[in-house]
Nanobody, 125 residues
Framework: QVHLVESGGGLVQVGGSLRLSCTIS????????MAWFRQAPGKERELVAA????????PYPDSKKGRFTISRDNANNTVYLQMNSLNAEDTAVYYC??????????????????WGKGTLVTVSS
């Protein structure tokens, strides 16, 4: 069973930056694509960024390009989400998720096999 633990959330001012981390344990050999999702109060969960087993990543959707960057350190079983120029609309619980499927399938379906419990990011002015 794959276990995911997020960290790095917290309170940040508008325009600030945060880096979220996700540590993966147990059954990591079965994991292919990784992703970050977020859910803001009163809104549906949305895909923020995803990356392949090799770490080739893409912020998703295009509106987050240049602000959010996903990266992956397979040697340390960790995935990161670097978030810059944060604004109030970025306030949400951010979830790390793992899939046994490839990146293109994750992008197409948003279906994941394993989830972390989430970390809260609050952007204040």
């Amino acid at each position: 069973q794959v276990h995911l633990v997020e960290s790095g959330g917290g309170l940040v001012q508008v325009g600030g930056s945060l880096r979220l981390s996700c540590t993966i344990s147990g059954g990591t050999i079965s994991v292919d694509a990784m992703a970050w999702f977020r859910q803001a109060p009163g809104k549906e969960r949305e895909l923020v960024a995803a990356c392949s087993r090799s770490g080739l990543g893409t912020p998703y959707p295009d509106s987050k390009k240049g602000r959010f960057t996903i990266s992956r350190d397979n040697a340390n079983n960790t995935v990161y989400l670097q978030m810059n120029s944060l604004n109030a609309e970025d306030t949400a619980v951010y979830y790390c998720a793992a899939s046994t499927r490839r990146l293109f399938e994750v992008i197409a379906t948003h279906e994941m096999d394993f989830w972390g419990k989430g970390t809260l990011v609050t952007v204040s002015s």
